[in-house]
């Protein structure tokens, strides 16, 4: 609470242009909590049990009329793609972690342009969600610049960035340079539509560096020294297909990733279906993938941390559906039906089962 205090007199100290009778309307406060209990059986070895919570409370502040700030904090460790946190080490107090922390404008000689900076949450399209590039919870650092032109049936979004992920004081900075354009086309009175597009991702000095997280190369290739072997120049494509009908929506997508630095296991997919949308109390929502993401497809840091573990090297199923209890409170169930290891007499089972009550205030 301290925290949270502190942060809003912050915010509320930036908009000093507003009147002491009003600041509150331009300050938001909102949060949310996931309880989770995990099953996860991986080969040979016992299953084992976790329970987990996710806690997150975020502050958003209007600056002026073109500028906001925003600042979460969240549970969890330092890892950049989970904000669980364990409920485990003899009843511990523990970690609240800045989990993003911006500033965004909206230039208003340029109408439809978005200038992001700071720690900020994932800007690039995902079709149906996919994950197979980037997990949910990964909140990149740098900046961003998000260009959007709306038309009646037609729309375009452009998105480049630089994003900062490893400074050294002896060596060259390992950094993302990424560019991404999505159209989006409405018919049948916009019952209907459909996304397409493609991105391009280089990791700059990648090769020969050491892994960008708690040197685990999840899956990716290294060396002898523990080094990655090869650098990371990505092309993705995807659709999204979507339909309304009376009481519910269908989404069919695709994923599709190719690393063009490596000559072989560098390639990715993904493809899934979603029906239904939990909002109003008594309503659902189903879904089901398959990917296949080869070694050196994508960087295995990155990419959806509860599919096979976390990492590359694997394919398999993920099923999962929800329910929407009472307002702001959701059930929710994910099984995963993996294999670690692409060559069939390598591979080794990975099944994970996440039971979820998450609530939002």
Sequence with gaps: ???????????????????????????????????????????ENETRNRHRIRARVGITGKVNDFANVGIQFATGSDDPVSTNQSLDNGFSTKNLMLDLAYLTMKPTFAEGLTVTAGKFKNPYFKPGKSELLWDSDLNPEGGVLNYTNQLDNFDITVIGAGLWIEERSSGKDSWLGAGQAVLGFNFNEKKSGVKFGAGMFNYVNVKMYRPFYDDDAFGNSIDDYGTYMFDYELTETYFEINHKFKDYSVTVMGDFVTNNAVDNLNSGWLVGIKAGKTKKPGTWDLRYNYREVERDAVIGTYTDSDFRGG???ANGHEVGGGYQIADNMKFNVSYFINKIGLEEN???????????????F
């Design 346 to 360: 390598e591979q080794t089972d990975f099944n994970r089962l996440q039971v979820d009550l998450q609530l939002k």
């Design 1 to 43: 609470m301290k925290i949270i205090t502190i942060v809003t007199a912050i915010l509320i100290a930036g908009a000093n242009f507003i009147s002491a009778a009003d600041w509150w309307e331009n300050v938001l406060v909102k949060g949310d909590l996931r309880y989770r209990h995990e099953m996860i059986k991986a080969g």
């Design 311 to 313: 990492g590359t090297d």
